[in-house]
C-alpha cells in the first residue's frame, strides 16, 4: 500500500506527484502564500483589527481592501522620470525610498494607475492554508514522532491536534512547514526550541509562553530524564539539530532541516564521541545526485563580486553590445545598482549580507521583515540594518515580488537615486545538473563550482533591470549529505522528505 503524502500547509494530496522536485516546490509555494497570510495578520494588528482564536483577524479580506481613513498609498510625480538628478546629500533625511507625494486613498482616481505602495510588504489577500481545526482529523505520520525511553516525542507535529501518548513536542525552526498548526490556543504539550524560535512564536503566533521552554545551543539539557543537544542547523536563523540521548546511551539525531557541514560532523563527533548513532532523522529534500548544486560560500561570493564589479566598471555604452558589462575599454555610464534578494518569512538573509559587505551598504526591509529580523536577536545581522531605503542599496524583498512586473514596481520611485536594478531568487531547484555530472557525482561526489560566468547563463534582462535565479539553497545538496551520512557511525537513516528507491538505495549504502 502506498503511504498517502499531503503538503503541511494545505494538505493537497500529492500521493500521484512522483517527481520529489515537483512536490517540494508545491511546498515551497504554499510557505510563500503563508508568508503572506503572515504578513496580513501583522498589518492587521497594526491597523487595531480584532483577531480570531488562532491569531488570524476576523476578515483578513475586508481588512486588506477597506483601509481606514489615516492609511494613504504613494504616488510617483509625473515627471519623475523626467526630472533632475538628486545627490545623494539631497536625500539624506529620507528614511523611506519612497518620496514624492502622498495620497489619501480615498481620493483615487483613474490618473492614479501608478500609485504603489510603500516598499513595506503589501498585506495579501487572504490565503487558505491548513488550519489546526481541519489538521485535527489527520493522523500523525510516524516520522513526526521520536521513540526514546519508551516515550513518544512530537518533533515538527503541531498541525495533527493532540497526539495520544504525546504531551512533549521540539519545534527545529520558524518556517510554515514545520511550525503549522501553533497558535495563541496551543495548549497540547510543551514546546521546547531555541530562543531565536521562542520569540518568533509569540511574536507572530501568539503562543502561551507558559507552553514554551528554550534550549540554550552546544550543550546538553535534561528534558524530563532524557538528554538533548541543540547544533546550528545551518539553516535559517534559531534552526537546530537535536540530538536524543536516554539513560541507557541509546542516540538519535533528528536534523530538521538544516545545510549540512563539516562542522556538524565535529561537533556530533565531540559531544557523541565514538558511540554509534543508533537513527537519524535526516532531511532528503536534494538527496538525489542530480542536486549537486555548488556551496553557499561560492554562490554568495559570486554574486557580491558580481554586484561590486557592476558599480565599480560601470555599464559600456558604446562598443560591441551595450550588454557587455565588463572589461571593455570604451565610455561608460555611472551604474548605481538596487539590488534585491528575495526571502520567506526568515531565511536567504546571507545572500543579503554578502552582497551588502561588498557594496559597503546597509541592508533595508519593510517593517514586518525588520521586525522579524529583530525578533530573531542576532545582532550582527540588526547591525546591517536600516530604515533609510533610499541610501541602502541593498533590499530585502518576498520571493513572490521578484518578479519583473512587481520588479518594475518597486524600482519606479527610486530611479532618481538608482540607474539599475538586480534581483536574486535564491533556490537550489535552479541548477540542473548534466547526465555526465551526475555520473561524476555518483563516483567522486564533489561540490560544483560557481563563478561569474555561471550566474550570467541564468541573467533575464528587461530594460535596466536583471533578473538572476541563483543555485542558493539552505538545504543540503547530495554532495555535502554523502559527507556527513558517511562521516558518522549511523545504524540507520529515516528520510523526513518522502521519497524513492533511489533515495533508500542511498541511505541504505551509507548505513553502517
Not at 126 to 154: F, M, N
Not at 231 to 237: G, I, Q, R, T, V
Not at 409 to 431: D, I, M, N, S
Request: net charge negative; charged share 25%; aromatic share 8%.
Amino acid at each position: 500500500m502506498v503511504e498517502q503524502v499531503l503538503c503541511p500547509l494545505c494538505s493537497s494530496d500529492l500521493s500521484a506527484v512522483e517527481s520529489l522536485e515537483l512536490r517540494t516546490e508545491h511546498v515551497e509555494q504554499c510557505m510563500v502564500a503563508s508568508d503572506a497570510r503572515l504578513a496580513s495578520i501583522e498589518q492587521a494588528r497594526e491597523n487595531g483589527t480584532e483577531a480570531n482564536q488562532d491569531g488570524e483577524p476576523e476578515d483578513a479580506t475586508e481588512m486588506v481592501n477597506a483601509p481606514s481613513d489615516s492609511d494613504s498609498v504613494i504616488c510617483v510625480d509625473e515627471n519623475e522620470e523626467n526630472g533632475p538628478e538628486e545627490s545623494d546629500g539631497d536625500r539624506k533625511d529620507v528614511a523611506s525610498p519612497i518620496v514624492v507625494q502622498t495620497v489619501d486613498v480615498h481620493t483615487r482616481s483613474a490618473s492614479l494607475k501608478r500609485v504603489i505602495s510603500s516598499v513595506e510588504e503589501r498585506p495579501a489577500k487572504r490565503v487558505e492554508v491548513a488550519t489546526s481545526v481541519r489538521a485535527e482529523k489527520r493522523s500523525c505520520p510516524w516520522y513526526k514522532l521520536v521513540q526514546i525511553d519508551h516515550r513518544k516525542i512530537g518533533v515538527d507535529a503541531f498541525s495533527y491536534g493532540p497526539i495520544a501518548g504525546v504531551d512533549t513536542f521540539f519545534l527545529t525552526h520558524f518556517h510554515s512547514d514545520h511550525y503549522g498548526g501553533l497558535s495563541k490556543s496551543w495548549a497540547h504539550g510543551i514546546i521546547y526550541c531555541s530562543g531565536s524560535t521562542s520569540r518568533l512564536i509569540q511574536r507572530h503566533l501568539k503562543v502561551n509562553p507558559d507552553y514554551i521552554r528554550e534550549i540554550e545551543l552546544d550543550e546538553w539539557t535534561n528534558v524530563d530524564g532524557i538528554d538533548v543537544l541543540f547544533l546550528d542547523a545551518n539553516h535559517c536563523p534559531g534552526s537546530v539539530i537535536i540530538a536524543f540521548r536516554d539513560s541507557g546511551g541509546r542516540t538519535i539525531v533528528h536534523t530538521g532541516d538544516f545545510r549540512a557541514c563539516e562542522t556538524h560532523v565535529d561537533q556530533l563527533q565531540k559531544y557523541l564521541g565514538n558511540c554509534p548513532i543508533d537513527l537519524v532523522y535526516l532531511d532528503t529534500t536534494y538527496l538525489d545526485p542530480s542536486h549537486c548544486f555548488p556551496s553557499q560560500t561560492s554562490v554568495t561570493t559570486t554574486c557580491a563580486k558580481y554586484c561590486q564589479r557592476l558599480r565599480d566598471d560601470g555599464i559600456v555604452t558604446s562598443g560591441p553590445s551595450i550588454l557587455k558589462f565588463f572589461g571593455a575599454q570604451a565610455n561608460r555610464e555611472a551604474y548605481r545598482p538596487l539590488v534585491l534578494v528575495g526571502t520567506y518569512t526568515i531565511g536567504k538573509e546571507r545572500l543579503a549580507v554578502e552582497i551588502a559587505k561588498a557594496l559597503d551598504t546597509k541592508i533595508f526591509a519593510g517593517r514586518s521583515k525588520k521586525d522579524t529580523i529583530l525578533t530573531i536577536g542576532d545582532q550582527s545581522l540588526t547591525d546591517m540594518m536600516t530604515d533609510d531605503g533610499w541610501n541602502s542599496a541593498v533590499h530585502l524583498v518576498s520571493m513572490r515580488d521578484v518578479t519583473f512586473e512587481r520588479m518594475e514596481e518597486y524600482f519606479r520611485p527610486l530611479k532618481k537615486r538608482f540607474t539599475h536594478l538586480v534581483a536574486f531568487v535564491p533556490t537550489g531547484w535552479t541548477y540542473h545538473a548534466s547526465k555526465k555530472e551526475i555520473a561524476e557525482v555518483e563516483l567522486e561526489p564533489k561540490a560544483r563550482p560557481f563563478g561569474i560566468p555561471d550566474l550570467e547563463k541564468s541573467r533575464q534582462i528587461r530594460g535596466r533591470m536583471q533578473l538572476f535565479r541563483v543555485p542558493y539553497s539552505e538545504h543540503s545538496s547530495f554532495v555535502e549529505l554523502k559527507h556527513f551520512c558517511t562521516s558518522l557511525p549511523v545504524r540507520k537513516f529515516i528520510p523526513t522528505v518522502m521519497g524513492n528507491k533511489q533515495m533508500d538505495y542511498w541511505l541504505q549504502k551509507w548505513t553502517r
